[in-house]
């Protein structure tokens, strides 16, 4: 069974500060996407991460693809109170191409 | 264009009674999902379809829950005998034939969830 660790599972900092979310298994995903979920509406793809070691960068958040495609990360710079959210992780499995879910993490950034 | 929809949107209904939950994905997405959300939490898989075809039902918690697709497009999550522990947001989401998009390419696109209250 692949499973998909998120952590942490609730953060609740400053504006201004620097924060990163984590997702590991110990599963090979073929590709790992990453969603933000607002209240009352459903998660919304923010970015897929395809190739082991990538990087990429979406305003002030960076995503980053383990070089052995097991694990990413969501880094946050100077996050905002608009960021608040929760955060959610899936990885694509390369069988049948369904994503496993994390379990997500609530970020709430205070002003 | 139109986005996943989903209905209704809220079902209070009494234990024992069944319930139908229906979805209609973005026109052309070939595969269809069904999921179930707890507040704050990733989303739990039930079932998915491409086309009309079940492919995996290995998320539906008992035989109380069934779903269909008949002719590969409106979808139906049915819950029979419900029971208070049913009680959660339902979600539905499609996406376009991974296959074709690309071997690493699943956007899932979702609806706005069917809140089940089962008293």
């Known amino acids: 069974t692949q499973l998909l660790e998120q952590s942490p599972q609730f953060l609740s900092i400053q504006e201004g500060e620097n924060l990163t979310v984590y997702c590991n298994s110990s599963?090979?995903?073929?590709?790992l996407q990453w969603y933000r979920q607002e209240p009352g509406e459903g998660p919304v793809l923010l970015v897929t991460v395809v190739t082991g070691g990538e990087v990429k960068k979406l305003k002030r958040l960076t995503f980053q693809f383990g070089d052995a495609r097991k694990d990413s990360s969501l880094h946050i710079t100077a996050a905002q109170p608009g960021d608040t959210g929760l955060y959610l992780c899936a990885g694509v499995r390369a069988s049948n191409y369904q994503l496993i879910w994390g379990a997500g993490t609530k970020l709430i950034i205070k002003p | 264009g139109a986005g996943v929809s989903q209905s209704p949107r809220y079902k209070v209904t009494k234990r024992g009674q069944d319930v139908a939950l229906r979805c209609d994905p973005i026109?052309?997405?070939?595969?269809l999902y069904w999921y179930r959300q707890a507040l704050g939490q990733g989303p739990e898989f039930l079932t998915y379809f491409n086309y009309e075809a079940q492919q995996d039902k290995s998320g539906l918690p008992n035989d109380r829950f069934s779903a269909e697709r008949p002719e590969g497009s409106i979808s139906t999550l049915t819950i029979q005998r419900t029971e208070q522990r049913d009680s959660a947001m339902y979600r539905c989401?499609?996406?376009?034939?991974?296959?074709?998009?690309?071997?690493?390419?699943?956007?899932?696109?979702f609806g706005p969830g069917t809140r089940l209250t089962v008293l």
């Open positions: 026109s052309g997405h070939v595969s």
């Open positions: 989401a499609s996406s376009l034939a991974p296959r074709l998009a690309g071997a690493s390419y699943n956007e899932q696109f």
């Open positions: 599963s090979v995903f073929s590709s």
